[in-house]
């Protein structure tokens, strides 16, 4: 295994502001959205469907992640300086990073849901209740359930500290915090949490929209968009983290060695952790915009005001009722 101490921690000052501004972006953008998608495809949806049972476990998933937020802008605006207490720092850290998996893998669940509805819709038809997909979405919820708390019952986590009288939280891990925890779960997320669900849906998703792509009809090209909009954001924000974090794995475990190329994979990563953040606000953009499988319905006062000033010819606007 490569001591962490060949090589020097490089310096990135960046990271008090490139992160800050992202977290305080995603909490503006994706919380209120996260929130308002969860009420409406878990109480409002009617009937249920596996669609919308896996969009409300994604929705959930995205919220947990940005409650941690608030406790990594105050670590990165105090220059890296964790203050809240070990404790704190696990708990955070392992929602923070499990519940992108989690996004990962509802992300997943609705792409093979969609994939069976357009390639297979006689398979589709007969094993489209939401049963299956609250057992499923259960079932991944005490996965992550049972490794956040074996991870956090195994005590504090050792770190290097590059700087006199601050505490860093959940980076820099010393060679021995490696080699008895963190490699076992790195790789097991980097294969299931990562690469398997990504390349199910860079292979779903395209097969969908050339089954789709035959068939001329305005539903169907909103379709092929939709699809590919989908595969965009995977592309953007998970697929460059995956590459990173594989070259982060090969570097801890010493097959990359050059101090250089470990900089460079430094910086790398804290790039694509904050890409993997903006998903938080691109997923309820997804939700509002491209999908009919729920009618957004506005307020009660506000569709009656809007009625009112219909008739009177004030201006034209069509309300879903």
């Known amino acids: 295994m490569m001591n962490m101490t060949n090589c020097s921690i490089p310096s990135a000052e960046y990271q008090s502001y490139l992160f800050p501004a992202v977290y305080i972006l995603a909490l503006v953008v994706g919380l209120p959205g996260n929130v308002a998608a969860l009420f409406v495809f878990t109480f409002r949806t009617k009937p249920r469907t596996a669609f919308s049972v896996y969009i409300s476990n994604l929705a959930l998933a995205d919220i947990v992640i940005l409650c941690t937020l608030p406790f990594k802008i105050h670590y990165h605006i105090n220059r890296n300086n964790w203050v809240f207490g070990d404790i704190a720092c696990r708990i955070t850290g392992i929602l923070?990073?499990?519940?992108?998996?989690?996004?990962?893998?509802?992300?997943?669940?609705?792409?093979?849901?969609?994939?069976?509805?357009?390639?297979?819709?006689?398979?589709?038809?007969?094993?489209?209740?939401?049963?299956?997909?609250?057992?499923?979405?259960?079932?991944?919820?005490?996965?992550?359930?049972?490794?956040?708390?074996?991870?956090?019952?195994?005590?504090?986590?050792?770190?290097?500290?590059?700087?006199?009288?601050?505490?860093?939280?959940?980076?820099?891990?010393?060679?021995?915090?490696?080699?008895?925890?963190?490699?076992?779960?790195?790789?097991?997320?980097?294969?299931?949490?990562?690469?398997?669900?990504?390349?199910?849906?860079?292979?779903?998703?395209?097969?969908?929209?050339?089954?789709?792509?035959?068939?001329?009809?305005?539903?169907?090209?909103?379709?092929?968009?939709?699809?590919?909009?989908?595969?965009?954001?995977?592309?953007?924000?998970?697929?460059?983290?995956?590459?990173?974090?594989l070259l982060h794995l090969l570097r801890r475990m010493g097959i990359i060695q050059s101090c250089s190329a470990a900089e460079v994979i430094y910086h790398a990563r804290r790039v694509t952790m904050a890409l993997v953040t903006l998903n938080t606000c691109l997923d309820p953009v997804l939700y509002y915009v491209t999908t009919n499988h729920c009618k957004w319905k506005c307020p009660k006062m506000i569709c009656q005001w809007r009625r009112i000033r219909k008739r009177r010819g004030v201006y034209i606007i069509t309300v879903d009722e």
């Open 96 to 245: 923070f990073f499990a519940n992108i998996y989690m996004s990962i893998c509802f992300m997943t669940c609705i792409c093979v849901d969609r994939y069976m509805a357009i390639v297979h819709p006689h398979t589709y038809l007969r094993l489209q209740s939401p049963w299956w997909s609250v057992v499923v979405s259960a079932m991944l919820w005490c996965v992550v359930g049972v490794a956040i708390l074996v991870f956090i019952l195994m005590g504090p986590l050792e770190t290097i500290e590059d700087k006199p009288g601050s505490r860093t939280c959940f980076e820099n891990f010393t060679k021995n915090e490696w080699n008895s925890r963190l490699a076992a779960y790195s790789l097991l997320c980097l294969t299931l949490g990562s690469l398997l669900p990504s390349l199910i849906i860079l292979v779903c998703y395209p097969l969908a929209a050339r089954r789709i792509s035959t068939i001329k009809t305005k539903t169907a090209q909103k379709a092929v968009r939709v699809i590919y909009t989908i595969l965009a954001i995977i592309l953007l924000c998970f697929l460059p983290n995956h590459v990173v974090y």
